[in-house]
């Protein structure tokens, strides 16, 4: 049986600002290419489908679009809601998807209702998966049977439960199962773009958890990781911080044989823009052939220079036109006393004071010759037109 274990699509999704659906759409071309010129039996969505609990209705298009070539090209697809889907939305028709080849899991009902796929032969063997939605303590513990509970104890529950179903389905024969699951699993290397799955401390589960299951798919993390051999998260397929840039975006491809043997090989995914961080003084950064890649690039600048270059983002890209996010760290210039914005407002002796302290207050440095003349003819204009009033 061949899986491909994929998580956190984050269909409807923009990245600083810009709209990502076509980037999103490049990537269900090439997961569904690969669905069918590899013979993938099984498509596993481990949460986070969509971005947001109400997502747009080109994004639910996208969605639905996505699902129906998957299945023309011959796969299965199971799939799970994350902490940013709304489970109940995600899992409207999931009965009725379930005769096209689209097992949906959202419901705590559920965990231990697997979807079964049983071994071509005569070993009677049966590949069992489960679908272990992202469960919020404080919603699902009372379901769940538990008072008081953290994410490790409902997290536990849900395994139990699943671990009592295989035991009792072994009894008619070898199972082996799968299980999804939208969590974040100890030892997991985390980035930006994922939303915190705790309040107040650490969200954490740990990996002995599962590993008793032929092959977790987790989802959550957005870098593409191996926690141990049968426990993976795949990351998310397209980057969604710049905290991703150095993240190679893929997934797993997983081949488990009818007596039990699991082996997972690499998929990667063609990124539709690379990302860039760069960091230095202006003038360096304009002029150093090193980051002549990164001009058709997204990029993240940090400014070194001791004052803020005026005009400094029109400046960044004058060669980097994709720059979406400019910082500014100073080296080198000497240290100020550190005085609060409403000091400086406080020691203005006029309105030209005010402009001035503004301008240093921003940018660490006041206004210079045509600056401040620009501002007095301002001010003076203000004043005759109040006269005038």
Partial sequence: MRLLHTSDWHLGRSFHGVGMLEAQRSFVDQVV???????????????????????GLDVVRLLDEALVRLTAAGAKVVLTSGNHDSAIRLGFAARLLERGGVHVRTRVEDLNVPVLFPFDGATGATLAVYGIPYLEPRLVAGSLGLEEAGHFEVTREAVDRISQDVDRRRADGPVYPVVLAHTFASGGITSDSERDLSVGGLGAVPLDLFQ???YTALGHLHGRQELTHNVRY???????SFSEAQHRKGAWLVDIAA???????????DAPKQLAVLRGT????????????AETAYCHVTLTDPQRPAQAMEQVRTRFAGTLVLAFDPQ????????SYSSRLAAAENDLG????????VR???????EEAALREALEAVRLEEAAQ
């Avoid at 990351?235 to 969604?240: D, I, K, Q, R």
């Avoid at 202006?282 to 890649?293: G, K, S, T, V």
């Avoid at 005010?354 to 207050?361: K, N, R, S, V």
């Fill in 212 to 214: 008793e299951f032929s």
């Fill in 332 to 339: 080198g210039a000497q240290a100020k006393a550190v005085t």
């Fill in 234 to 240: 795949s990351g998310s397929p397209l980057a969604y």
């Fill in 259 to 269: 007596d039990g043997s699991v082996e997972v090989q690499d998929v990667f995914w």
């Fill in 364 to 370: 660490d440095r006041g206004p210079v010759g045509a």
């Fill in 282 to 293: 202006l003038a360096e950064l304009l002029a150093a052939e090193e980051h002549q890649w």
């Fill in 33 to 55: 290419a690969f669905t069918e010129a590899n013979a993938v039996d099984v498509v596993l969505i481990a949460g986070d489908v969509y971005d947001r609990a109400l997502p």
């Fill in 354 to 361: 005010i402009c001035c302290g503004f301008l240093d207050h």
